[in-house]
């Protein structure tokens, strides 16, 4: 389910029994592309990596596959270390038969996930806009608030094999991963305004032109994997666990495997002439 949608994902977790398998499907949900990343992903898999529509999707398919192994991986390592424990038993229990109430499931489906989702979607949308409209549109001397944070950002991300604005988009894209790429746009346009590039030859144009590398492409496929939650997803992490606490570390941790890989990567596309 976390491929649709991370916060689902989450509440999806509610049937398995053990509370600590619970958590640790809790804690790794977010390392599965939802559909808010999806477009990013498949934007720099089609333009930088692959010369067809079908090698793109090859690619896609090799970075969902590596999204799953790292789940697994990370899943081992909590099971292993700070979530340690006897595994469960899985006992699968046929139901007695009954005729459907096709009505029921509906409202429930809709009440309990649907607007239960889109509820907490639209709270954190509306400030959101407020706060990146601002950002755009308040200067400080010559340059947008916008722009002074980018420059900020940039020594920090260039470690990592960003850039301020890949760093930024991603901070500002926290209520939803669907804003990250208008926010990259809209950072190297100088717009002012959110705007997406529906022409892929003009995406990777822009992005080439602001001195975008395979080794930057790279380290954004891979940080666009793994970092942290969106708000979304956090608060539901809340709503379930009631935890402060295991909140923060569902944000943190992929956040720390998603810079500690981008370091890796870069360092390596260092070393073959790829930087």
């Given at each position: 389910m976390g491929f649709g949608c991370n916060a689902c994902g989450v509440t999806g977790c509610r049937i398995i029994d053990s509370p600590r398998e619970r958590l640790i499907a809790i804690l790794t949900n977010t390392f599965a592309p939802c559909n808010g990343r999806f477009p990013l992903l498949i934007f720099l898999c089609t333009a930088f990596f692959a010369g067809s529509a079908a090698g793109g999707a090859l690619l896609l398919t090799a970075v969902i596959a590596g999204s799953v192994l790292l789940t697994l991986a990370v899943?081992?390592?909590?099971?292993?270390?700070?979530?340690?424990?006897?595994?469960?038993?899985?006992?699968?229990?046929?139901?007695?038969?009954?005729?459907?109430?096709?009505?029921?499931?509906?409202?429930?489906?809709?009440?309990?996930?649907?607007?239960?989702?889109?509820?907490?979607?639209?709270?954190?949308?509306?400030?959101?806009?407020?706060?990146?409209?601002?950002?755009?549109?308040?200067?400080?001397?010559?340059?947008?608030?916008?722009?002074?944070?980018?420059?900020?950002?940039?020594?920090?991300?260039?470690?990592?094999?960003?850039?301020?604005?890949?760093?930024?988009?991603?901070?500002?894209?926290?209520?939803?991963?669907?804003l990250v790429m208008p926010l990259i746009v809209m950072g190297y346009l100088s717009t002012g305004t959110l705007a997406g590039v529906s022409d892929l030859a003009a995406f990777r144009a822009l992005l080439i032109a602001n001195g975008w590398t395979l080794c930057t492409a790279l380290c954004t496929l891979v940080f666009t994997v793994a970092h942290w939650p969106c708000s979304t997803t956090c608060l539901t992490i809340w709503k379930e666990t009631r935890s402060v606490k295991w909140t923060l570390v569902s944000a943190l941790l992929p956040t720390f495997i998603g810079f500690t890989l981008c370091l890796i990567v870069h360092g390596l596309c260092i070393a073959a002439g790829l930087a």
């Open positions: 899943s081992r390592l909590l099971s292993a270390t700070v979530l340690r424990g006897m595994p469960s038993s899985f006992t699968l229990e046929l139901p007695p038969y009954r005729v459907p109430q096709v009505g029921r499931v509906i409202v429930r489906s809709v009440r309990d996930r649907t607007l239960f989702v889109l509820g907490r979607a639209a709270a954190v949308a509306a400030p959101a806009g407020v706060v990146i409209w601002l950002l755009a549109h308040i200067t400080v001397g010559d340059a947008s608030l916008f722009a002074h944070l980018t420059a900020a950002l940039e020594p920090i991300a260039r470690v990592f094999g960003l850039d301020g604005v890949i760093l930024l988009a991603f901070l500002l894209g926290f209520p939803a991963n669907e």
